[in-house]
């Protein structure tokens, strides 16, 4: 029954991936980073109940955690280029 | 009697939570435009999340591991919209225009660009 | 089964390699490299190392992409194009991927009972790791007690990235004199991630704790920790602007951090030596040996943890308040 969720997993990540090469816009890669973070926590969870390893959770936890602090980053990083922008078109 | 019970609960959750990321997935190659996908992206990752989770927290039973699984769970719900938000805004700072569509029921030439 | 996925995500990974090599603006070959390096994870993972799999997911995934995009803000967006073509390099690189896959041929298959590195020493360590050091986690065993001096070397080394990365990015000394920039910074704005990411910081910090001192258990030890602690404290200087967090933790607690770690290290040796035995030998720290290597562990990864945590922080600080100096 994991195999059937995994390979389901897998092809969201393959979905993804295409979405990542092939997005127009940088948002839409990034909006793809995003998903294909969350399918690889659900696909480390899923994987360590197939393998009959329930201390392999804590990767998935851990990958939770660390998931957002680089979508964050990313929107710190645009704001901080609009805000130049403004600034070098103010003086 | 309540272990099959439990199995045919589990199969049930787990097969409706991959079918929603499979949507989620094909979603985020169809649809139009980029704020079309980010719904796509976000609303399949929750609910497939909760979900997978449950499906698999029946089948650990009262341990350590379904404290743990719960906790993944939680933090996936509580950081996936965060993230979904700091992208479109991001992205509607940097002047990405949300698009109408040509669905709307206003003429041609007042469609926004 | 395990064989089908391997095999799939490793073609991903050729695909995502290929694409950020292929990529002309920068900030997609970082997003790309953030995949790489997720599927790099999984594939540690499927292949049963958890210690590296968890390294690679907090290092990878959180501060790399952050430093990234911290030195992709300083400078442009854009590749510059390249003049000349490259021959020369593609010949050299052909030919080197053609003798190591030629070289590949005589490996011993994954796995194999008979091949030599599963005969002479790997036995030796899963026999005697429970009669001498008694934990369950044989990885932490062989990187704290068997294979020590490797792990000091390693966390030198650490030490040393990190000094020569603040002398490149010339990184002064703050004096009392030098105004520390209450600029507009950091999402103050954005009411959902300041919530949302509040919430978090205590959790992330609770966590690399945790994995902290449960290496000798599980999955985990000071290198992951001290990344999790550190993206924690990245997820707050995010949130609130980086002069924020400097004034939270100082670059000096930082530097003495990353000294301090080193120094435990070193000096666990040498409290080993003042004990009557060798250097980094973990017995005579205690009456019981057994209970000496495992309170010998458990220093150590502390240093690991404090050197690798300050290391990346300092780095962090380098390049997020560069801007404040130009």
Redesign the interface.
């Given at each position: 029954m994991y195999i059937v969720v995994s390979i389901a997993i897998l092809i969201t990540m393959v979905l993804a991936l295409v979405r990542a090469l092939m997005g127009p816009s940088v948002y839409d890669r990034v909006l793809a980073v995003n998903v294909f973070g969350t399918k690889t926590v659900l696909l480390l969870s899923v994987i360590a109940f197939l393998y009959g390893r329930p201390d392999f959770l804590d990767l998935a936890l851990a990958y939770a955690l660390v998931n957002m602090v680089g979508v964050l980053a990313v929107l710190e990083y645009f704001q901080n280029r609009v805000r130049k922008k403004s600034e070098t078109q103010d003086d | 009697m309540i272990d099959i019970i439990l199995d045919i609960l589990s199969w049930i959750l787990l097969l409706l939570g991959g079918a929603c990321v499979l949507i989620g997935g094909i979603g985020g190659l169809r649809l139009p435009n980029f704020y079309a996908r980010i719904h796509a992206a976000s609303l399949t990752d929750s609910m497939g999340n909760i979900l997978i989770f449950s499906g698999i927290m029946l089948q650990a039973g009262l341990s350590l591991a379904t404290l743990k699984l719960f906790a993944i769970m939680v933090f996936l719900l509580l950081t996936g919209p965060t993230a979904t938000y700091a992208l479109a805004n991001a992205a509607l700072l940097s002047g990405l225009k949300p698009d109408v569509g040509s669905a709307s029921d206003e003429p041609q030439e007042n469609k926004l660009k | 089964?395990i064989f089908i996925?391997a095999v799939?995500l490793l073609s991903?990974l050729v695909?995502?390699a290929i694409?950020i090599v292929r990529a002309k603006?920068l900030?997609?070959a970082v997003?790309?490299t953030?995949?790489f390096s997720?599927l790099m994870?999984?594939n540690f993972?499927?292949l049963?190392a958890?210690d590296v799999?968890?390294t690679e997911?907090?290092v990878g995934?959180?501060i790399t992409?952050?430093i990234f995009?911290?030195a992709?803000?300083l400078t442009d967006d854009r590749e510059k194009p390249r003049e000349g073509s490259r021959w020369v390099a593609f010949c050299t690189v052909g030919v080197l991927a053609l003798l190591i896959i030629y070289a590949t041929f005589d490996k011993p298959r994954l796995g194999d009972p008979d091949a030599p590195v599963h005969q002479h020493v790997a036995p030796w360590y899963l026999e005697k790791t429970p009669e001498y050091i008694d934990i369950p986690n044989v990885v932490t065993a062989i990187l704290g007690s068997f294979r020590g001096y490797d792990t000091l070397g390693e966390v030198f080394v650490v030490f040393a990235a990190c000094i020569g990365v603040l002398f490149i990015l010339s990184v002064k000394p703050t004096k009392k004199t030098n105004q520390v920039i209450k600029k507009?910074s950091?999402?103050r704005h954005?009411l959902?991630?300041q919530v949302?990411?509040r919430?978090?910081i205590p959790?992330?910090v609770l966590?690399g704790l945790y994995?902290q001192f449960?290496g000798e258990y599980?999955?985990?030890g000071g290198f992951?920790a001290g990344a999790?602690i550190a993206?924690g404290v990245?997820?707050y200087a995010?949130?609130e602007g980086e002069s924020s967090a400097l004034r939270a933790i100082p670059r000096s607690v930082l530097l003495g951090m990353v000294v301090g770690g080193a120094l435990l290290y070193g000096g666990v040796g040498v409290a080993c030596i003042l004990m009557g035995g060798a250097f980094l030998d973990y017995s005579v720290l205690a009456t019981d040996p057994v209970v000496g290597q495992q309170l010998g562990i458990l220093f150590i990864e502390a240093g690991v943890g404090m050197a690798v945590c300050g290391a990346l922080l300092s780095i962090y600080h380098a390049f997020a308040a560069r801007e404040s100096f130009s």
């Open positions: - | - | 089964m996925f799939f991903l695909i995502t694409a603006n900030f997609v997003m790309l953030s995949i997720l994870a999984a993972f499927i049963d958890a799999a968890l997911a907090a995934a959180g992409t952050v995009l911290c992709l803000s507009e950091g999402l954005h959902i991630p949302v990411g919430l978090l959790f992330i966590f994995v449960h599980g999955p985990g992951q999790i993206t990245i997820l995010l949130l």
